[in-house]
Structure formats: C-alpha cells, structure tokens
DNA sequence: GCGTCCAGGTCTACC
DNA sequence: GGTAGACCTGGACGC
C-alpha cells in the first residue's frame, strides 16, 4: 500500500461522522473495511482510467492510498485530491450551521462531534442514480440495484472492484436488460431517460453543485427528472448542499413522530412545520435529528 | 416449497 | 389540487 496523497481538512472535521452520515458509505463503489479502518473507493480520473484508492484518518485529514500501480503525479494528486475533497465537502462552509447548532437547546451535540458532512458521490450524476434506486423498496433492494450497476455496467478496476457506470454506459444498456440483469424494475425507463440526456448533454446535473441559482430553482430541476419525487430530490438538494428541504421517507417520518410525538402519527406538515424555524438549514437538521443514534450504533470501532 | 400479502416512492389518470 | 391504482421486488407469513 502505497501513500499517494493527504488531504487537509481542518480542525471540525470528522472523518467517521462523515463515512457513516447515512447510507452512501454502503453502496459501491465505496467500501468501508472495519477491521482496516478505511473506506475505499474506485475513481474515475480524468485520463478516463480507474483506480481504487483507500482512505483512512489522520489528524485533520484524510490520508490516500492505493494499493494498485497508478502514476502518482501531480496531475493525479491534483485530481483524486479534488474528488476525494469533493465527497467529504471539505470545502463546504459550516461555520454557519454550527453557530444555529450551539444556539439550540438539544443540538448542541452537532457541532462538538463535527456531524454534518453528508458524504456523496464524486458526481452528481451517480447522486441521482443511486436516488431513485433508493425509491420505493427496502435498502437490501438498493444495494442489489446498486451493485449490479456496478459490477454488469462499470469499468474493472483493481481488486476485482468496479467504477460506477457512465451515463453513456446506462444510456446503452437498454430497458430489457436494466429491469433484468440490473433488478431496477419499472425505475429502469427512468434511468435509461435520464443517462440518455445527460450523455447528449441535454441536462447537465454537475453544474446543479455550484450553480448560483437559486434553491428552489434548482430543485424544480432535480424534480423534473423522471423518476425523482419530493423525497429524491429533498435528499439530492442535501447532497448539493441545499438544506431548504426535508426529504421524508417512509422511516424518517416514523422516527420523527417516535422522538417528538410518542409515537402518534400525523400528516408530513406536522414534522415541516416543526422545522421551520430551522430556516435554511431546516433539512440537516431533521436529517440529524433522527439520526442520532445511528453514529453510536454503526461506529465500528 | 408455494402462494399471498405488504411495504416502499413516484407517475399517471381521473375527479 | 387531491386521490386511487399501477409499477416491481424482497421479505414475512400461513399453509
């Protein structure tokens, strides 16, 4: 194993809070290894090569490595610096959103741990994919759909692990073989449409992550992929670093009405009425709220 | 082992 | 604008 590379991120930054702030460190091609203590994940570099980098912490950063032969030039570091960066939002501003934690009664517990880093894809394009692969059925489905993209659609990388698919390779593949050999059912038409116009460059997802627009602009535009509900496109803004919405699924909002109501079921205008004074950063906040507990129970070491 | 039912989020048709 | 039904799969359950 070879150091490649260390990325700085500063003194708030919580390597494990981010790898497990929810369940994208799960799907290929991210890999978490407990007993090694790192994540790993396949890259797509801009030369069009894939390589298989691991990532483990070291104080106010994330040290990469790669067990495999890659060119590790300044073009490289420079490159897989800037994804790896762009997964963990090292260059996200938080300072505001912990300012509001510290200030409530309650949330106070965010900003000492450092929580707050939703961990994504490199691409918003794979944001979306897995998105609508999560609608409608259990995780166990997801990690199915997930991985068949992976391993039918992507490129080889090292260690018998793969890259995730191109739109270009989605848009080929055809409705008969997603729904058969992917397990992506009637979502298949959906992600044939969408790989299709972003390959002919019809819409382009990645400018939505630093796109002066404003939010509800740009969620009018995640929602108008086909196959994409107010719950997708609630969770996709996260990823864009948009908070404005919830995304409620079906067992956010059953851990909401257990937190803050004993239980008692009621309509979703219940639970956005209660984050309204949350303002901009209302999405994280309900995000973190019922998913406190997660980071005790999932932490692995 | 087989059949039935249910959960999950979005789309479309209909009122 | 609101609602019902269809979409597809895995898992739970009963026989």
């Not at 394009?125 to 992507?154: P, Q, Y």
């Not at 116009?197 to 535009?221: C, K």
Request: net charge positive; hydrophobic share 40%; aromatic share 14%.
């Amino acid at each position: 194993m070879r150091n490649v590379l260390t990325i700085e991120a500063g003194k708030r930054f919580s390597f494990w809070r981010t790898v497990f702030s929810h369940g994208w460190c799960a799907l290929p091609p991210f890999y978490v290894d407990k007993a090694d203590r790192s994540l790993s994940r396949v890259l797509r570099l801009e030369n069009g090569r894939t390589v298989l980098l691991r990532m483990e912490e070291v104080p106010g950063g994330i040290r990469v490595s790669s067990p495999g032969s890659v060119k590790c030039d300044a073009r490289f570091r420079k490159d897989a610096g800037r994804q790896i960066a762009d997964c963990f939002r090292i260059g996200e501003d938080f300072s505001d959103f912990y300012r509001e934690a510290r200030r409530l009664t309650g949330y106070r517990w965010i900003a000492r741990s450092g929580a707050g880093r939703l961990l994504r894809a490199p691409t918003v394009f794979e944001d979306v994919v897995k998105m609508i692969c999560t609608t409608n059925c259990s995780w166990a489905l997801t990690e199915i759909m997930v991985g068949n993209l992976c391993a039918k659609l992507g490129e080889e990388a090292e260690g018998g692990r793969f890259a995730f698919p191109t739109a270009r390779a989605i848009a080929r593949s055809g409705e008969a073989y997603l729904r058969k050999e992917i397990k992506t059912g009637y979502r298949s038409p959906y992600l044939l449409e969408f790989a299709r116009r972003v390959d002919r460059g019809e819409i382009d997802p990645e400018s939505w992550r630093s796109s002066p627009l404003p939010t509800d602009e740009i969620f009018a535009q995640v929602k108008d992929v086909k196959g994409i509900g107010p719950y997708a496109a609630g969770n996709i803004m996260k990823l864009l670093g948009r908070y404005d919405y919830l995304g409620i699924d079906s067992w956010c909002r059953a851990k909401f009405f257990e937190l803050h109501r004993n239980g008692r079921k009621g309509p979703d205008r219940i639970i956005e009425r209660f984050y309204e004074p949350f303002g901009k950063w209302r999405g994280l906040f309900f995000w973190l709220d019922v998913t406190k507990e997660w980071y005790r129970q999932k932490f692995p070491f």
